[in-house]
């Protein structure tokens, strides 16, 4: 893998990917955030060595670096997901070549179902904790220890300052922002009424398919992390509706400019 982060890094580097302080991974409820860039440089991910492709139709497949309110960031336009068909070392491997690059920082944004009957659809939750319920690690495999300590510690995966700065931004801003337990699934199916009811039991505030193995990875290399989740759907097992994912989606866009709002805020303090 080191071999193939050299590829991978070297060809983006030759493409004018110079020194980003923040990697910054757009999950639905984010993509426009792409309008808000001042664009240096792209790379499609087919043309990036040894980099997985997005099938997920409303994913792009784009890595962008350009400035964002003053600072230099690296953006994935299009995330991948262990449903898709990739292993956890494919999903995380862009989260490597962004460390590689220089970024310090992680910001993630995605989807989620609100198991937390508190939280509405629409609105916004900073992710505190996580549950990792997808079978496996992005760190278990040889050779991990030449890229980080293997036992990375996770007693505090989300950066706490910056969780605080993102609650001062919502209040500012006037965003409902909640604060929760984010469970991790594998998917693409959703989740039945029992599972839901588990979900709840252990702990999680939300639950989605993605972000947790890119935080995992982005311990290993001792960045400061955080996510947000925008709540498309309220996951209540006694009422529980067939759900239609373009609502999902259309969810998601009607709450991204709180999300974009968050985001360029944030920066701006980095």
Same mark, same amino acid.
């Given at each position: 893998?080191?071999?193939? &982060? ?40 087919? $043309? ?10 409303? $994913? ?33 491997? /862009?989260?490597? &070549? ?12 995605? %989807? ?39 036992? %990375?510690?996770?007693?505090? /995966?989300?950066?706490?300052? &910056? ?9 500012? $801003? ?31 505030? %939300? ?12 311990? $290993?290399?001792?960045?400061? %992390? ?30 991204? /400019? ?13």
């Amino acid at each position: 893998m080191i071999n193939q &982060i050299t590829e991978s890094t070297e060809y983006l580097q030759s493409k004018g990917f110079e020194t980003p302080e923040i990697g910054i991974i757009l999950g639905t409820g984010l993509g426009q955030l792409i309008d808000e860039l001042d664009i240096i440089a792209e790379a499609s991910y087919n $043309h990036i060595p040894n980099f997985p492709t997005a099938t997920v139709e409303f $994913h792009k497949g784009k890595l962008i670096y350009g400035m964002l309110e003053g600072k230099k960031v690296v953006v994935m336009q299009g995330r991948f997901h262990i449903y898709e068909g990739y292993t956890l070392q494919d999903v995380t491997f /862009p989260v490597r &070549i962004m460390e590689k690059l220089g970024i310090k920082t992680l910001l993630v944004s995605n %989807a989620s179902g609100a198991i937390n009957l508190d939280y509405k659809k629409g609105e916004l939750m900073l992710i505190d904790d996580h549950i990792n319920l997808q079978g496996g690690s992005p760190l278990a495999f040889k050779g991990v220890s030449e890229l980080g300590e293997r036992f %990375a510690d996770m007693s505090a /995966p989300y950066d706490a300052d &910056i969780n605080s700065k993102f609650e001062n931004i919502a209040k500012d $801003h006037n965003i409902t922002l909640h604060k929760g337990v984010y469970a991790s699934v594998v998917g693409p199916q959703l989740e039945t009424r029992a599972e839901y009811r588990m979900l709840k039991t252990i702990g999680a505030d %939300a639950v989605g398919m993605s972000t947790v193995p890119e935080i995992i990875v982005a311990n $290993h290399l001792n960045l400061k %992390a955080a996510a947000v989740s925008v709540l498309t759907d309220e996951c209540n097992p006694d009422d529980l509706k067939p759900v239609d994912i373009s609502e999902i989606i259309a969810m998601a866009g009607k709450a991204e /400019p709180h999300m974009i709002t968050l985001f360029k805020e944030l920066i701006k303090t980095l």
